[in-house]
């Protein structure tokens, strides 16, 4: 399976990880999609704790970490 | 006696508290996060502290930026900042750079220094500030906010920085929503570990991205990796073969 964490904004209205069937997905961006996430709402996309750009292959396995934007406060 | 009780701590004591009286610290931003930074580094007894922000205080600061007050608004945030925190423990020096940092005055600005913290409100500056530390081998703690939801990182020249998480590729759309107590408790964080690099103790949290969520009242951590191809790690080490 492909695990996949959502983190701060991103967790909202989903569950915070979800497991995906390897088969169904090609790349990162294919996750994206799936999720309706557009790619300029994503700040840092980590496959492995590796940042990886979103037509990164993904495989049975990979842990991905999905981040929105942050400010300073 | 003011520092009697940080004292007691077996891991600081004398020596340690006089390591703090010694060291330097640049907090670039004295906005959400910036507040909580410079307030406990002043209490903690930080010898010498530098802030860095080209902003003025505004109406919309006041739900967070607990250092400046309705009284302050329109005045320059490192004057209001500094103010309060000569207030606060008249023994530390706290001096002030009331000017945007941009690639020609940041290394000049944050030379010198023992850490840095980034509490700035924008990635253009994370990055830049982050490629400065890299360069001058400084460690630098970030820490970023969004609604109920943050994050606390230690960068080093050894270890990944923002850039090799992709994150210079952001399009930010401001203002970023928060909330004050978001700003207060990863401020405190970033604070946290600034003492921690600063006294050499613990277990910094470098390749360590640790998240809160306000909401769920948890803390994950992800463990991040260095890029091979980081622009920032292969500029800083350009840099220093240049010297």
Redesign the interface.
């Known amino acids: 399976m492909i695990e996949v964490?959502f983190?701060?904004?991103f967790?909202e209205g989903r569950d915070?990880v979800s497991l995906l069937e390897p088969k169904d997905f090609k790349t990162a961006g294919d996750i994206l999609d799936h999720f309706r996430i557009h790619r300029?709402e994503v700040?840092?996309?980590?496959i492995?704790?590796?940042?990886?750009?979103a037509d990164t292959a993904v495989k049975d396995g990979d842990v991905i970490?999905l981040?929105?934007?942050?400010?300073?406060? | 006696m003011r520092y009697e009780r940080q004292l007691l701590i077996p891991q600081i004591g004398q020596s340690g508290q006089e390591k703090l009286k010694k060291s330097k610290v640049t907090v670039i931003?004295v906005?959400?996060?910036?507040?909580p930074v410079l307030t406990y580094l002043v209490s903690a007894g930080v010898g010498r502290i530098q802030i860095v922000d080209c902003d003025v205080v505004s109406e919309s600061n006041l739900n967070?930026?607990f250092l400046h007050h309705t009284v302050d608004i329109g005045r320059a945030k490192v004057l209001s900042a500094q103010e309060k925190l000569a207030s606060l423990n008249p023994e530390v020096k706290v001096s002030t750079v009331n000017q945007r940092l941009n690639p020609d005055n940041v290394k000049e600005y944050i030379s010198g220094s023992d850490v840095v913290v980034?509490?700035?409100?924008?990635?253009e500056t994370r990055i830049m500030a982050a490629a400065a530390c890299m360069e001058l081998d400084i460690p630098l703690v970030e820490?970023?906010?969004?609604?109920f939801?943050?994050?606390v990182m230690d960068i080093g020249k050894d270890y990944p920085c923002l850039s090799?998480?992709?994150?210079d590729t952001?399009?930010?759309?401001?203002?970023?929503p928060?909330l004050?107590v978001?700003?207060g408790i990863?401020?405190c964080m970033q604070a946290n570990e600034c003492i921690k690099l600063l006294l050499g103790i613990g277990a910094p949290l470098y390749g360590r991205m640790l998240?809160y969520?306000g909401l769920?009242g948890n803390w994950?951590e992800?463990?991040?990796?260095k890029?091979a191809d980081c622009p920032i790690h292969a500029r800083a080490e350009a840099g220093k073969r240049g010297k």
Do not use: M, W
């Not at chain 1, 700040?43 to 980590?46: P, R, T």
């Not at chain 2, 820490?143 to 609604?147: H, N, S, T, Y």
């Not at chain 2, 992800?222 to 990796?225: P, Q, S, T």
């Open positions: 964490r983190f701060a904004t967790r915070k300029e700040a840092i996309l980590l492995n704790g590796l940042y990886s750009p970490a981040f929105p934007p942050v400010g300073g406060g | 931003g906005g959400g996060l910036g507040s967070r930026q980034d509490c700035v409100d924008n990635a820490g970023g906010v969004r609604g939801y943050g994050y090799c998480l992709g994150y952001v399009k930010q759309k401001t203002p970023v928060v004050g978001t700003a990863i401020g998240n969520d769920s994950e992800v463990h991040v990796k890029a």
